[in-house]
T-cell receptor, first 112, second 108 residues
Framework: DTEVTQTPKHLVMGMTNKKSLKCEQH?????MYWYKQKAKKPPELMFV???????INESVPSRFSPECPNSSLLNLHLHALQPEDSALYLC???????????FGPGTRLLVL | GIQVEQSPPDLILQEGANSTLRCNFS?????LQWFHQNPWGQLINLFY???GTKQNGRLSATTVATERYSLLYISSSQTTDSGVYFC??????????FGKGTKLTVNP
């Protein structure tokens, strides 16, 4: 099983809302990732968790707040987003940071 | 940092045609992957291929690490092959870096 699941599939939120994106994997992977992808661009790394600890933050604004409650779950908490934050948010996991990454289907976020 | 260039940026084929996509990188890497992103946004692993040749059905990939390039071959293309093909690489535990992609359209 190489499945990474993400919820919700679509999300529309206002600039004053607080929402969360959820990612789950049951492959026993110990590294999990959040990527942001704008239209017609490649994915860009936001955060990396390794063994449930944040190991990379690619200078992401504080209105994005990641959380790794356990080895299978990764959340991305959103607060006071801007319209330019509208994008496809992809979660990925890998056995460790040097192994192949597997991606979830993504959450399409629209900020109004 | 390492630069990666994919070519061609866009490719339009008739169903049944063959194609070759290329990924050039500016320095040595020890982790190279090919992905297909379908029109719904799902990124699907095609190959993990730091060197050598691999085949999976109608798709095959070859990486020549010493010459810093990788090729993805698609034979007998189908409309379901449409989407964007990315190569991505990493050195050690550094972040995965994606090329800009090749957008493939296969017409019936």
């Amino acid at each position: 099983d190489t499945e990474v699941t993400q919820t919700p599939k679509h999300l529309v939120m206002g600039m004053t809302n607080k929402k969360s994106l959820k990612c789950e994997q049951h492959m026993g992977h110990r590294a999990m990732y959040w990527y942001k992808q704008k239209a017609k661009k490649p994915p860009e790394l936001m955060f990396v968790y390794s063994y449930e600890k944040l190991s990379i933050n690619e200078s992401v604004p504080s209105r994005f707040s990641p959380e790794c409650p356990n080895s299978s779950l990764l959340n991305l908490h959103l607060h006071a987003l801007q319209p330019e934050d509208s994008a496809l948010y992809l979660c990925a996991s890998s056995q460790d940071r040097e192994k192949t990454q597997y991606f979830g289907p993504g959450t399409r976020l629209l900020v109004l | 940092g390492i630069q990666v260039e994919q070519s061609p940026p866009d490719l339009i084929l008739q169903e049944g045609a063959n194609s070759t996509l290329r990924c050039n990188f500016s320095d040595s890497v020890n982790n190279l992957q090919w992905f297909h992103q379908n029109p719904w946004g799902q990124l699907i692993n095609l190959f993990y291929i730091p060197s050598g040749t691999k085949q999976n059905g109608r798709l095959s990939a070859t990486t020549v690490a010493t010459e810093r390039y990788s090729l993805l071959y698609i034979s007998s293309s189908q409309t379901t092959d449409s989407g964007v093909y990315f190569c991505a690489f990493r050195r050690g535990s550094e972040k995965l870096v994606f090329g800009k992609g090749t957008k493939l359209t296969v017409n019936p």
